[in-house]
Nanobody, 126 residues
Framework: QLQLVESGGGLVQPGGSLRLSCAAS????????IAWFRQAPGKEREGVSC????????NYADHVKGRFTISRDNAKNTVYLQMNSLKPEDTAVYYC???????????????????WGQGTQVTVSS
């Protein structure tokens, strides 16, 4: 019933852009902090970006600052991750996650999030 579904991944060349979407069903994202995580083969899952309930606060991992932008559209019950200037190091499965307990903030710690999508593959290669 409660689902998060990522989309928008694909194969792009270095320097290209992708826009990932995280669509919720079975609940409204208005009351959830949302985060994007990624996991490359053989690597630990790492936080990429997050946005608080209401969208007032955002955080970004150091390696994506200035390149990635997180946003939310509560009317569409969707959170986006705009990824520009993509690098091969960005290749990973990208997951969105949600948690209703975080109020007025967000975190890049995966332990804070209860609900997870299945992921969408992003491959950056020439």
């Amino acid at each position: 019933q409660l689902q998060l579904v990522e989309s928008g991944g694909g194969l792009v060349q270095p320097g290209g852009s992708l826009r990932l979407s995280c669509a919720a069903s079975g609940f409204t994202l208005d009351y959830y902090a949302i985060a994007w995580f990624r996991q490359a083969p053989g690597k630990e899952r790492e936080g990429v970006s997050c946005i608080s309930r209401g969208g007032g606060r955002t955080n970004y991992a150091d390696h994506v600052k200035g390149r990635f932008t997180i946003s939310r559209d509560n009317a569409k019950n969707t959170v986006y991750l705009q990824m520009n200037s993509l690098k091969p190091e960005d290749t990973a499965v990208y997951y969105c996650a949600a948690d209703s307990r975080l109020v007025g903030l967000c975190t890049l710690s995966n332990r804070a999030y209860n609900y997870w999508g299945q992921g969408t593959q992003v491959t950056v290669s020439s």
